[in-house]
């Protein structure tokens, strides 16, 4: 994966975009760390190649496919990826918007260990962000965050309706 991420940098015009991050899930069923990397390398106008890679204990996953960026405030994107599970392929779509000072984000996922979703929606006022948070398996609530010089905190507490434990999703996210 490293190999393929280096070689799409080279292979590019453009700045990559890197977003190196961590999602920690704290509920009454324990502590729960996720490392996540993004890599978005532009090949030709309004077209690039996105990586992801999500790792945490006993789960791990990697994807790869197209993003179209029409316009630099919206991008769609559809991706290939694997998972540790017996049938490990899943395939991914994902969307993003970014208004102003509105920010949303979509995720959905299936493949061998089912369907996964994500929405995020955020408002910013100056370094500081406050929205909502929808993420299957951990559930629904506020999100808050600040950011300051490529480093984001946020923080969520979320209610699952699924499994009803409630949890809070801490996430520490580096752009550099």
Do not use: C
Request: aromatic share 12%.
């Amino acid at each position: 994966m490293l190999l393929l991420i280096a070689s799409l940098v080279s292979f590019a015009n453009a700045e990559p975009f890197i977003l190196i991050g961590s999602e920690n899930r704290i509920s009454e069923e324990g502590f729960v760390p996720r490392a996540k990397t993004i890599v978005d390398v532009g090949i030709v106008d309004h077209l690039s190649v996105t990586t992801t890679l999500v790792v945490s204990p006993g789960y791990a996953e990697a994807y790869i496919g197209p993003t179209w960026s029409p316009t630099q405030s919206f991008s769609l994107g559809v991706a290939g990826g694997i998972e540790t599970a017996d049938a490990p392929w899943r395939a991914m779509v994902y969307s993003s918007l970014h208004v102003k000072n509105l920010r949303l984000l979509g995720i959905a996922e299936y493949g061998g260990t089912g369907l996964w979703y994500k929405a995020v929606a955020t408002y910013d006022i100056g370094p500081v962000s406050v929205g909502a948070l929808v993420q299957r398996f951990d559930g629904v609530g506020p999100r808050v965050g600040g950011s300051y010089k490529g480093f984001e905190l946020w923080a969520a507490p979320l209610y699952d309706f699924e499994t009803r434990v409630p949890s809070v999703l801490v996430g520490l996210n580096w752009t550099p």
